[in-house]
């Protein structure tokens, strides 16, 4: 049996029951109506309304800049557009690390304003009197663990994550306590398979893995990434299922040809 064909909606318990049945979790990001639009009906499970928009649509070098509002307006966009699948929103950086009360009050407007289904947040013990808190107020946590951009700039480099085992112990540890205090999910970034594979199975909660192995219970991917928009950026765990730069940069030229050389618009596409 395929849960994620019996559905009409995406829940956390359906994705819960994917994990039981073992049928792997999709998720990709979006972060606007139209793209959101075409994933929902392609019949993703998850859509991350992921701060790496910050990358992808701000430009930036890192996921730090972008506000909460700006993610709110993101996250708005995509909600708009999807009717079956699950819709998760970042909680930007800085507004969930200070303090659990200004982490409440983060994870309200994002859900009031946006009508999401929940959201994410990086880190472990460190963030876990927030994670708790937002939980208790009734909103899905899905947590982040492994390479976290948001801490960019204290790792200083963005390789592979817990490779060595005091850090691999710790994130099994923050693995635990976020399972523990609630959390519905966590995504495991750029860790070793065999890492991700341990993990999911000592956790009865999906983990969805983006650069964690074929072990773990679903997979992410930043969309522009696999579409294959974006093109300087090509880590090892990423498969690109089209070219689109291509593709694009073509149709626009053959715009550009066809203005300059006045074959467009011809009679049909224009008013008598
Ligand atoms: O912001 C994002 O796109 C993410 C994914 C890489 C998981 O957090």
Do not use: W
């Given at each position: 049996m395929s849960v994620h064909k019996e559905v009409k909606r995406v829940t956390t318990h359906v994705l819960s029951e994917m994990k039981l049945h073992g049928e792997k979790i999709s998720m990709l990001t979006s972060y606007?109506?139209?793209?959101?639009?075409?994933?929902?009906?392609?019949?993703?499970?998850?859509?991350?309304?992921?701060?790496?928009?910050?990358?992808?649509?701000?430009?930036?070098?890192?996921?730090?800049?972008?506000?909460?509002?700006?993610?709110?307006?993101?996250?708005?966009?995509?909600?708009?557009?999807?009717?079956?699948?699950?819709?998760?929103?970042?909680?930007?950086?800085?507004?969930?690390?200070?303090?659990?009360?200004?982490?409440?009050?983060?994870?309200?407007?994002i859900m009031k304003i946006t009508h999401a289904d929940g959201v994410k947040l990086e880190g472990g013990s460190e963030v876990i009197e927030s994670v708790t808190r937002i939980l208790s107020a009734g909103i899905p946590v899905m947590g982040h663990l492994g390479l976290m951009p948001q801490s960019i700039n204290r790792y200083g480099t963005y390789v592979v994550r817990a490779k060595e085992e005091e850090e691999a112990n710790k994130l099994i540890s923050d693995a635990k306590l976020l399972e523990e205090a609630g959390c519905f999910a966590i995504v495991l970034e750029k860790i070793p398979a065999s890492l991700g594979a341990k993990v999911a199975k000592e956790l009865k909660i999906p983990i969805i893995g983006i650069g964690a192995g074929g072990g773990v219970d679903g997979q992410v991917l930043v969309i522009h990434d696999m579409l294959g928009i974006t093109q300087e950026f090509s880590p090892r765990f990423l498969r690109r299922y089209h070219d689109l730069a291509t593709e694009i940069k073509g149709a626009v030229g053959s715009y550009i040809k066809d203005v300059k050389s006045q074959d467009f618009p011809n009679e049909k596409e224009q008013y008598d």
């Open positions: 606007d109506y139209s793209m959101a639009k075409l994933v929902d009906q392609a019949g993703i499970d998850v859509i991350l309304v992921g701060d790496s928009a910050s990358n992808v649509m701000a430009g930036n070098e890192t996921t730090l800049p972008i506000t909460l509002d700006q993610m709110i307006y993101h996250g708005k966009s995509v909600v708009k557009a999807v009717t079956r699948c699950l819709v998760v929103v970042d909680m930007p950086f800085g507004t969930y690390q200070g303090n659990s009360l200004e982490a409440l009050n983060s994870a309200i407007k």
